[in-house]
């Protein structure tokens, strides 16, 4: 699974998370998906929101086939930034036999490979509390913050199968 970014449903995550008066993100690096908000009012209903957004995959087939069209037309603005050309020939060159190697996106190739079952089976491996961190910056009532957080996440359920590793995610 080359691909690490999928932000299947995060349209609407935003989209929700806007009506509640935040300005939320996402990004991928080699090492993490990133989710993120910034708000001034209702910290607790978005941290709510975000902890439903992680926890629980929203995904169709058409979903999966639109943000496959994204991530390659992602993919071809990149090849057309000669400063990130340079970059990823630099890691490429000095990292040849690790992940570091190949765009953090992948290639058409890998993207067009990427299945629904594909997207299900690396969410169920991945995306479980014990691979999170989630950091809160601001003026909050930390008590306060923490029992909302204790209290959502005895609501949600994580199924995990297996302990992943390379062999067992294609």
Known sequence: YEVSECLVGSEM?????????????????????????????RLLDNLAHLQDFVSNLHLTEESVEKEKEIICQEIDMYQ???????????????????????????????????????LQDNYRYFYH?????????G?????????????KQNTLSYKRVIKANRETIT
């Open 13 to 41: 995550c935003i989209r929700d998370s806007t009506d509640m008066g935040a300005d939320c993100n996402a990004f991928t690096s080699y090492s993490k998906t990133c989710y993120y908000f910034s708000t001034s009012d």
């Open 80 to 118: 057309d930034d000669p400063d990130y050309r340079l970059y990823q020939g630099i890691l490429s060159c000095l990292y040849p036999e690790s992940v570091l190697a190949t765009d953090i996106a992948g290639t058409r190739d890998s993207v067009t490979a990427i299945s629904k079952k594909m």
């Open 129 to 137: 509390p014990e691979f999170m961190t989630l950091v809160i910056v």
């Open 139 to 151: 003026d909050i009532n930390r008590k306060v913050v923490l029992d909302a957080i204790k209290e």
